[in-house]
């Protein structure tokens, strides 16, 4: 069992940066490969970005490529979503997940599925 928190959510303007958290507790945290997703009032779950386990290679919506940037730090069972230029479209509850999966492609990597373990969400509010 991996137990994820999820930290660094608010309420911030347009053009702001944030910086999200994800702390994980339980198995080996290098085990997994992590995922960032986020889900808009009355929304689907939608896929922001993914990091394999060793953290050499990220996958990106196309929504957010070029503005956000995961990594991971196994050292502190930690992962991490940069967001900068945030835009209100961008105003979500975002979730991370952890898998075992190991994903070759995007759709793979974007897929609820692919994912073993998710955490409660953290609120981010763009206004504009």
């Known amino acids: 069992q991996v137990q994820l928190v999820e930290s660094g959510g608010g309420l911030v303007q347009d053009g702001d940066s944030l910086r999200l958290s994800c702390a994980a507790s339980?198995?080996?945290?290098?085990?997994?490969?992590m995922a960032w997703f986020r889900q808009a009032p009355g929304k689907e779950r939608n896929f922001v970005a993914r990091?394999?386990?060793?953290?050499?290679?990220?996958t990106y919506a196309d929504s957010v490529k070029g503005r956000f940037t995961i990594s991971r730090d196994n050292a502190k069972n930690t992962a991490y979503l940069q967001m900068n230029s945030l835009k209100p479209e961008d105003t979500a509850v975002y979730y991370c997940?952890?898998?075992?999966?190991?994903?070759?492609?995007?759709?793979?990597?974007?897929?609820?599925?692919?994912?073993?373990?998710w955490g409660q969400g953290t609120q981010v509010t763009v206004s504009s």
């Open positions: 997940a952890a898998g075992f999966s190991s994903c070759s492609g995007y759709g793979c990597a974007s897929s609820l599925n692919s994912y073993n373990y």
């Open positions: 339980g198995r080996t945290f290098s085990n997994y490969a």
């Open positions: 990091i394999n386990r060793s953290g050499g290679s990220t």
